[in-house]
Nanobody, 123 residues
Framework: QVQLRESGGGLVQAGGSLRLSCAGS????????VGWFRQAPQKEREFVAV?????????YYADSVKGRFTISRDNAKNTVYLQMNSLKPEDTAVYYC???????????????WGQGTQVTVSS
C-alpha cells in the first residue's frame, strides 16, 4: 500500500513559479514510478509528467509543459517534486500525484492517488 500527499499549490501570477511536492509513504514507494496529472474545471484529467522508480532516471513530459516543468525525485525524503516555471493561466488546475508499478502517461495505469492541490495562475 502506498499513500501520497501533495503540497505546494497556491495562487501565482502568470510568468511565476511554484514547486509542488508529493510525499510518499509505504515501504514499496521507491519501487513505483510517480506521475503528475492535472484537472481543470469541466475538463478531463490530463497527464503532466512522470518520473521512473527511485533506481531509474527516466522522465517524460506532456508537450504542453515541456521546457517549463521539471519532475525530480528525492529518494532519501520519499518525495517527488514538480517544479513549474513560466506558469500560464491555462496551467490552472488541481494537480494530483499518482504512483504506478509501470511507467506510463495513461491515467488508468496508476494505482494510488493523492488528494490533489490547487494551482491558480492569474493573468
Amino acid at each position: 500500500q502506498v499513500q501520497l500527499r501533495e503540497s505546494g499549490g497556491g495562487l501565482v501570477q502568470a510568468g511565476g513559479s511554484l514547486r509542488l511536492s508529493c510525499a510518499g509513504s509505504g515501504r514499496a514507494f521507491s519501487n513505483y514510478a510517480v506521475g503528475w496529472f492535472r484537472q481543470a474545471p469541466q475538463k478531463e484529467r490530463e497527464f503532466v509528467a512522470v518520473k521512473s522508480w527511485s533506481g531509474g532516471a527516466r522522465t517524460y513530459y506532456a508537450d504542453s509543459v515541456k521546457g517549463r516543468f521539471t519532475i525530480s525525485r528525492d529518494n532519501a525524503k520519499n518525495t517527488v517534486y514538480l517544479q513549474m516555471n513560466s506558469l500560464k493561466p491555462e496551467d490552472t488546475a488541481v494537480y494530483y500525484c499518482a504512483a504506478t508499478n509501470t511507467y506510463s502517461s495513461t491515467y488508468s495505469s496508476y494505482d494510488y492517488w493523492g488528494q490533489g492541490t490547487q494551482v491558480t495562475v492569474s493573468s
